[in-house]
């Protein structure tokens, strides 16, 4: 989670004065765990790991916790959970480790299995044990929600992973939760095609909330970063979240005092909450304006396949020429035997320098998009460059595709025409 938010500040009361270097001793190494029961989800996880103590010899971890591998991971814990009250009293259950795989023998720190008897209400008590000797408990009421509202436009979510349609320079999204038990919400919209790229991260405890289409979030770049970008898919996740979970994520250390995070572990640190999840796909468009916007069509044979493909396209009103657009039709899967794919997916791409084709013409563009399947081929990633024209005409377009190490999958040269825009 986020434990990065702080900062010190320092000011000079006195013109000349001199600082004075205090050297921070290094804290006690403390057990931390990080359990989240979703009763959304089939199997249930926990992270347990020993917190940073100054040690300079610390590698792996990053930014997703739970979830990222931790700089120093617990390997033999006994980790159990118990239902204390609720349909399935006394009953017990193990989380039992996850080995490394392959050549990596560091262990992982995780710990999973699938829970039984996870109603909304039911109280949970964990239980770690680590070959030390140490012992972390906590208990958790599962959370629930009796209703979710996802309204955008005045039209609302028919059903969970429903699309909803939501144009950035008209509509407000609003998120409600009728809550059974809990007590707080929490928001995440990533890239449907890049879950590491988060749009928006909220937490609340008023179980209601409503983002304007043209949010920006000011830290992206010198002008900031457009939220929800037109031309792409995300997917929404609303939380219904117990208050174990809810303070955690609402709460933080500050690096020196210790002081602020709101602990409900006996023993160490962390979280052993709940959460009920529910996810949903936003397709976001925007007023077509500039004549670079609107719907091409592309057609042609590549690598045995007969594409049909269009991309319905929208200029980023804060990156200059960086657009982004759906990718809708029949197209190769880049592999042999040759078989078309149906694809619906988003985009990024930009016009005006286009490595390759050319550097100066504002009608020159790469547009890239991903192609995610459950069966082989799993992975592709294509690019298209090509440079539009103007007067309607078709134009030329290169296409290239490579797997996710890079190898080349399929070249070759499609039929690009623009159907649709301000002007037609």
Request: charged share 15%; glycine share 12%.
């Given at each position: ?22 050297v921070i ?6 057990l ?7 009763r ?53 259950e ?27 209400g039911?109280?949970?008590g ?23 509202s ?98 955690y994520?609402?709460?933080?250390s500050?690096p ?8 409900h ?47 319905e ?14 990718a ?22 930009t ?18 998009f ?21 007067d309607?005409s ?7 595709g ?23």
């Amino acid at each position: 989670m986020r434990r990065a938010r702080s900062s010190l500040a320092f000011a000079l009361a006195l013109a000349g004065c001199k600082l004075t270097e205090v050297v921070i001793a290094p804290g006690e190494r403390t057990l931390v765990v990080q359990a989240v029961i979703d009763r959304s989800q089939p199997t249930q996880f926990a992270v347990v790991e020993y917190s940073t103590i100054g040690d300079s010899t610390i590698n792996g971890g990053g930014a997703r916790i739970p979830g990222g591998r931790p700089g120093f991971p617990v390997t033999g814990a006994v980790v159990s959970v118990e239902h204390l009250e609720g349909a399935c009293p006394g009953r017990q259950e193990a989380l039992t480790e996850v080995l490394p795989t392959g050549t990596n023998l560091t262990p992982t720190g995780r710990y999973a299995g699938m829970l039984t008897c996870l109603a909304p209400g039911e109280k949970l008590g964990l239980r770690v044990t680590t070959r030390a000797g140490e012992i972390v408990t906590g208990e958790t009421v599962l959370a629930a929600a009796s209703a979710i509202s996802v309204r955008a436009g005045g039209v609302a979510a028919r059903f969970a992973r429903d699309t909803v349609r939501f144009n950035r320079d008209s509509d407000t999204m609003r998120v409600a939760i009728d809550p059974l038990v809990g007590r707080g919400m929490q928001i995440e919209v990533r890239r449907a095609e890049d879950h590491d790229h988060i749009a928006l991260i909220f937490i609340n405890d008023s179980l209601g909330a409503a983002f304007p289409g043209n949010l920006v979030n000011p830290f992206g770049n010198d002008v900031g970063e457009t939220t929800f970008r037109a031309g792409a898919y995300y997917v929404m996740t609303v939380a219904m979240a117990d208050s174990n979970y809810y303070h955690y994520a609402s709460t933080f250390s500050d690096p020196v005092t210790g002081r602020g995070f709101l602990n409900h572990l006996k023993g160490g640190l962390g979280v052993f909450g709940s959460i009920e999840t529910t996810q949903y796909v936003i397709r976001v468009s925007s007023t077509v304006n500039d004549p670079k916007e609107g719907v091409y069509r592309l057609t042609g044979l590549l690598g045995g396949v007969n594409l049909d493909l269009s991309l319905e396209s929208y200029l980023d009103d804060l990156s200059g020429n960086g657009f982004s657009a759906f990718a809708r039709g029949t197209w190769t899967n880049g592999a042999t035997p040759t078989l078309p794919v149906q694809v619906n997916v988003s985009g990024d791409g930009t016009f005006g320098f286009t490595p390759g084709v050319t550097a100066n013409d504002p009608n020159a563009f790469v547009f890239m998009f991903d192609v995610i399947r459950t069966t082989n081929p799993t992975f592709r990633h294509y690019v298209l460059r090509g440079i539009r024209s103007t007067d309607g005409s078709p134009f030329s377009v290169d296409v290239t595709g490579t797997t996710q190490n890079g190898q080349s999958a399929v070249r070759g040269t499609a039929l690009g025409v623009q159907v649709s825009g301000p002007r037609q």
